[in-house]
């Protein structure tokens, strides 16, 4: 028999099982290998693909500057519409949502309404590098990083896998190059644990990279995470995030985050 026909005798509780446990471990092997290092004071950029991967990938980092009086600001690419589909709901409603969940998620972190903004690039369907629309989309993020002048900037890792969020490491690293001012540039996991292929530890650069202790701003991060899981639900019963894995949340419940730099290759 081959392998495929035996890989669908497997149970799917089995198949899910298998799968938390491999996101569970993955995290804490390549983890524990990367040294602690104190946030900097140094201004801060988050760049999102959808609304709540801000919070997901960076709400220790984002609570922890903000508590220091460190300007933070989070831009969201996209409106997180594309959920409307599966919701059978009226993408409009589904923006008026998620914009107010966002807010809230972004208020329990420190950071005033001011402090977030949203360039409405297509949920599902931004563009890529040589795709209609990728120019114009990396000089709007540009042009949001000159008018704020972050020292660092935050986007997604490369090996998140989802379509989206490759496409929002590759315009936040073509922002960074035309900008005219230096920073220092960070990927944050938020899908990579979970969704990666197999051989992740292989491909993974880990040099220079570094964890944050968040353990002063967990609760902070567990309330704005909350803000969207813990949100009044679509009408049809399921939260406006989505259904997410139990192993995708455990990882972001622990006292640390990581954070990956730019290569010099991409800058």
């Not at 120019?135 to 896998?161: G, I, N, S, T, W």
């Not at 009044?232 to 985050?257: D, H, T, V």
Request: glycine residues 6%.
């Amino acid at each position: 028999m081959k392998f495929r026909s035996i890989f669908k005798l497997v149970p799917n509780w089995a198949v899910l099982l298998a799968t938390d446990l491999r996101c569970l471990l993955r995290c804490s092997v390549v983890c524990r290998r990367i040294a602690f290092q104190k946030p900097s004071g140094n201004s801060a950029l988050i760049v999102a693909p959808h609304p709540d991967d801000e919070t997901f990938g960076c709400g220790g980092l984002i609570r922890l500057k903000s508590a220091a009086g460190v300007p933070v600001h989070v831009v969201i690419l996209t409106d997180g519409e594309a959920v409307a589909v599966g919701l059978g709901e009226d993408p409009q409603k589904v923006i008026s949502a998620r914009k107010s969940e966002t807010l809230n998620a972004c208020q329990r972190l420190g950071l005033e309404a001011d402090s977030v903004s949203w360039l409405h690039l297509p949920d599902g369907k931004m563009p890529h590098p040589g795709q209609p629309g990728f120019a114009e989309a990396a000089r709007a993020l540009h042009a949001e990083m000159e008018l704020l002048a972050p020292q660092e900037v935050y986007c997604p890792h490369a090996q998140d896998v989802h379509p989206d969020h490759l496409a929002a490491t590759r315009l936040t690293e073509e922002a960074v190059r035309l900008s005219s001012r230096p920073c220092s540039l960070y990927y944050y996991p938020v899908w990579m644990w979970y969704h990666a292929s197999s051989g992740l530890r292989k491909r993974l650069d880990t040099a220079g990279a570094w964890r944050l202790d968040i353990s002063a701003a967990l609760s902070a991060k567990n309330h704005a995470m909350a803000a969207y899981l813990d949100a009044p639900k679509a009408p049809g019963g399921k939260p406006y995030c989505g259904r997410l894995p139990w192993s995708f949340l455990q990882n972001f419940r622990r006292r640390y985050e990581v954070y990956f730099p730019a290569t010099s290759s991409y800058l």
